[in-house]
């Protein structure tokens, strides 16, 4: 039986500019820890996909978890840009918290 990641890079195969599919495979790596993989996904999803606005959340937060606040904080501010372009306000809102906690301007249990 196929693997969750053997599906997804099979998907990608077909159709290998859907940036959903790209996304999806980005964060199974994430999940199964294979860091290198991970970052190169989320990269070039900002620099082909700039669009795709759930990238930003997760790539900053990925970032952070590897001790990297400068790049997640650059990343999350990236993606509030692009989130007010799109007026997409859910996404706005979850950068915007993601920035002030990165920031350290308030804790996640507040």
């Given amino acids: 039986m196929e693997s969750r990641l053997e ?3 099979n998907f990608l195969k077909e159709s ?3 940036p959903f599919l ?5 964060m199974e790596h994430v999940k199964l820890e294979n860091k290198d993989d991970a970052r190169n ?6 620099e082909i996909h700039p669009d795709y606005i759930g990238t930003y959340y997760h790539f900053g ?5 590897e001790g990297e606040k400068d790049q997640a ?3 999350y ?8 372009q799109k007026r997409n306000f859910h996404a706005l809102g979850e950068l915007k918290n993601a920035l002030m906690m990165a920031n350290g301007l308030f804790d996640e249990d507040e």
Avoid at 22 to 26: D, I
Avoid at 77 to 84: D, R, S, V
């Fill in 7 to 9: 599906q997804l890079q």
């Fill in 16 to 18: 290998p500019h859907d």
């Fill in 22 to 26: 790209k996304y999806a495979l980005t």
């Fill in 41 to 46: 996904g989320f990269e070039e999803l900002v």
């Fill in 61 to 65: 937060k990925f970032l952070e978890s």
């Fill in 73 to 75: 904080i650059e990343i």
């Fill in 77 to 84: 501010e990236k993606g509030i840009l692009i989130a007010q």
